[in-house]
């Protein structure tokens, strides 16, 4: 499969097996302020590229193409209706672009969802029943499974889990456009201009932050503090809610591995319900920056060969 994957800060493609395995992998900056016509090529662009390092041909090795992308979509129609992560992006046909782009049939899902199944067939959720994924990157986004399935909602927008309110009076979220929302403590971009209002330093990123942090600086401790914090109530709730065996957490934030992961999970088990605050287990990603290239072909795979409803 071709997996495509549009993110708000990057998009990537690559040549994904059966079985999970990478054929290739290529990335690009999104520059989502182009519009859709202009990104859109690229991504195409750059999954024809891909093809060409796996040596595979659309139709022979290639049987479908799968695109992860934040919603509101809508799946039935393969359209983007807002994503927030893309201003101005409105009713944008991607399914048929993609489609049209390589002669392939094409589907569209969630990113998170795909990221959600990608890691319960390949990843670190291999063997659960019940899982939880959330990816912390330009947004926060999330996948659901029970029972082994992944579940996305009466219309397919399910899952939101970055919208989860941490503090009801808190930030403004970008996203949604509401307050105290978890991805308005634990998305990139915001660890990275709550540091820099309070320093003064524009341009600084997450991994900047978190690299102050182990060094000590104090407010880029007090920072990484509150987004520990944050994170840790947000899936206190998920656990309380879904008693999931597994919580996954990926996207670029998670690079700063156990100095954000740890304390939340610490946290995590001294304040969810019991027994299931002390049962689930909290990990990293296991499939990397890759997840959202593997979920997209998985998508594809199941949809479009395999012929699974999803």
């Not at 909602?153 to 009801?168: F, T």
């Not at 971009?189 to 942090?213: F, K, M, N, Q, Y």
Request: a negative charge.
């Amino acid at each position: 499969m071709l997996g495509l994957d549009i993110g708000g800060t990057k998009l990537a493609a690559g040549v994904v097996d059966a079985d999970g395995r990478v054929h290739s992998f290529l990335v690009v900056p999104t520059q989502g302020e182009q519009g859709p016509r202009a990104v859109l090529d690229r991504l195409f662009a750059l999954g024809r590229k891909a093809l060409a390092e796996a040596g595979a041909e659309p139709g022979g090795d290639v049987a479908a193409v799968g695109i992860g992308c934040g919603g509101p979509l809508d799946l039935d129609r393969g359209t983007l209706l807002a994503p927030p992560h893309l201003p101005g992006w409105r009713d944008v046909p991607v399914v048929a672009e993609a489609g049209a782009a390589f002669g392939l049939p094409a589907a569209l899902d969630n990113d998170g969802a795909a990221a959600a199944a990608a890691e319960h067939c390949y990843g670190a959720g291999v063997g659960t029943r019940d899982m939880v994924y959330l990816t912390l990157s330009t947004g926060v986004g999330g996948g659901i499974v029970v029972d082994g399935e992944v579940r996305r909602g009466a219309g397919g927008n399910g899952a939101e889990l970055g919208h989860v309110i941490v503090d009801r009076r808190g930030r403004p979220c970008r996203g949604c456009g509401g307050r105290g929302c978890l991805e308005a403590y634990v998305s990139g971009t915001s660890i990275a201009e709550r540091a820099a209002d309070e320093l003064g330093t524009p341009g600084l990123t997450a991994a900047d932050v978190a690299a102050a942090a182990a060094a000590g600086e104090p407010v880029a401790v007090r920072v990484w503090q509150e987004t520990v914090a944050a994170l840790a109530s947000g899936l206190t709730s998920i656990v309380n809610v879904l008693e999931p065996e597994l919580i996954v957490l990926g996207g670029g934030v998670t690079r700063s591995g156990e100095a954000l992961i740890g304390p939340a999970r610490a946290a995590v088990r001294a304040a969810a319900m019991t027994p299931a605050g002390r049962a689930v287990r909290v990990e990293r990603a296991g499939l990397g920056d890759r997840v959202g290239v593997v979920g997209a072909a998985a998508v594809a795979q199941q949809r479009l060969v395999d012929g699974v409803p999803t």
